[in-house]
């Protein structure tokens, strides 16, 4: 059956030269006349094209997966050989830190054949019942009865938990002694150490407490309130060095720790070493706000050393954040004094004695430090005492 064949057009062919045969198309097989030359033509320049090329794109495609392996296989040849060295080093390392075998020894002597032993008969026996050995203290060799050890450490903590009761209700007495039954039961305790010395802190036996704070701070070298505590007991005996010791190193491991800093600024002002002070009080200050502790301090240090300036702006940030606090107004006061302005010095104390009582702030200027405004008249209205009267004949 023959293929039904389009309608012809009256439209002349585009491929149609007019001066005779025909436009190559672009498709041959479009259905339009062509020349072999110009298949031929098309063929060479699409076998020369990668995209038209099968063969030669399939070739590229390997080349390019048989690079892609190459790498990988070097990545991993590259990956293999550096372990390969990092484990041999390891092995070299460790070969060259131990030890070297010991020496055999040697023999000056020639040493002379011994007779080879007849073998005994052998004699097949029952085995026996194994025994297990006694725990040895790994210190001296002392085998150690572990039932009177756990015996001691319940005694012990029972002795504690009393002390502990006594020491909150006060009874120091009854504490101390159930405090050193404990000790002497286990030694090495570290909470019954510290505890005890923190009630002995608080009776203010300085000295007793010092030796079981010092245990205790051998037992846990790293604790900081037993630290703390050792370098309170230190300061209040004036064994400073050992005090600042404490305190610094507390400081170094915990920058923010206020009980240290102040341990450190009051040991500071007792060796009069006041520039290294003014530096904890000005942290203690500036880690909070509201120590007017440490500010007086502050002032008084500064008023100690000279400048007035720095002194008046640390009482006067006291007295204006607590207006109750005396010992503010008290350097206040000073402070004008020796800076040689007696009105302001003298209205400092009207202020004080309107707030805390005038026979209250009149026991300051008793002392030698107000004596020279007593030539003033609001001095001596205010604070004078008046001479007895005399009875007239």
Same mark, same amino acid.
Do not use: C
């Given at each position: 059956m023959d293929t039904p064949r389009a309608p012809r057009t009256s439209e002349p062919s585009t491929a149609f030269k007019p001066g005779g045969g025909y436009a190559s198309s672009s498709d041959p097989f479009s259905g339009e006349r062509f020349s072999v030359r110009d298949v031929e033509q098309q063929v060479r320049q699409r076998s020369r094209d990668r995209d038209f090329s099968t063969s030669r794109s399939r070739r590229a495609q390997r080349r390019e997966a048989g690079g892609n392996d190459k790498v990988l296989w070097l990545t991993v040849f590259?990956?293999?050989?550096?372990y390969a060295g990092f484990?041999?080093?390891?092995?070299?390392?460790?070969?060259?830190?131990?030890?070297?075998?010991?020496?055999?020894?040697?023999?000056s002597a020639p040493v002379a054949s011994a007779p080879v032993p007849v073998a005994a008969p052998v004699v097949i026996a029952e085995p026996a019942t194994p025994v297990a050995p006694a725990p040895?203290?790994?210190?001296?060799?002392?085998?150690?009865?572990?039932?009177?050890?756990t015996a001691d450490v319940k005694q012990s903590l029972?002795?504690?938990?009393?002390?502990?009761?006594?020491a909150r209700e006060r009874r120091f007495g009854e504490a101390d002694d159930r405090f050193a039954a404990a000790v002497a039961l286990t030694p090495h305790r570290f909470d019954v150490l510290y505890d005890w010395g923190q009630s002995l802190i608080e009776q203010k036996r300085w000295a007793t407490a010092r030796d079981p704070l010092s245990v205790a701070v051998a037992v846990q070298p790293a604790s900081v309130p037993a630290r703390l505590a050792l370098a309170q007991c230190a300061f209040q005996l004036r064994q400073y060095p050992d005090a600042l010791a404490l305190a610094s190193w507390v400081v170094e491991s915990e920058?923010?720790?206020?009980? !240290?800093?102040?341990?450190?600024?009051? %040991?500071?002002?007792?060796?009069?070493? #006041?520039?290294? /002070? $003014? *530096?904890h009080l000005e942290k203690l200050v500036a880690l909070n706000s509201n120590n007017h502790? !440490?500010?007086?301090?502050?002032?008084? %240090?500064?008023?100690?050393?000279?400048? #007035?300036?720095? /002194? $008046? *702006?640390?009482?006067?940030n006291v007295i204006r954040d607590e207006p109750g606090n005396s010992q503010a107004y008290y350097y206040l006061a000073q402070c004008f004094v020796q800076k040689n302005e007696p009105a302001l010095a003298?209205?400092?104390?009207?202020?004080?004695?309107?707030?805390?009582?005038?026979?209250?702030?009149?026991?300051?200027?008793?002392?030698?430090?107000f004596a020279s405004l007593a030539q003033f008249p609001a001095f001596q209205e205010n604070f004078a005492i008046a001479a007895p009267a005399t009875a007239t004949p």
């Open positions: 590259a990956i293999a050989i550096g484990v041999a080093y390891s092995e070299l390392r460790y070969r060259r830190s131990s030890p070297p075998p010991p020496a055999a020894a040697e023999t040895v203290d790994p210190g001296g060799g002392i085998p150690v009865d572990l039932a009177a050890l029972r002795l504690h938990e009393e002390a502990r009761r006594f920058p923010y720790s206020e009980p !240290a800093h102040q341990i450190a600024a009051d %040991v500071l002002i007792g060796m009069e070493d #006041y520039d290294a /002070a $003014i *530096r502790v !440490a500010e007086n301090s502050l002032g008084a %240090v500064h008023l100690r050393l000279g400048r #007035y300036a720095q /002194a $008046i *702006r640390a009482f006067e003298v209205d400092v104390l009207i202020r004080a004695s309107a707030r805390f009582g005038r026979d209250f702030v009149g026991t300051w200027t008793k002392g030698p430090e």
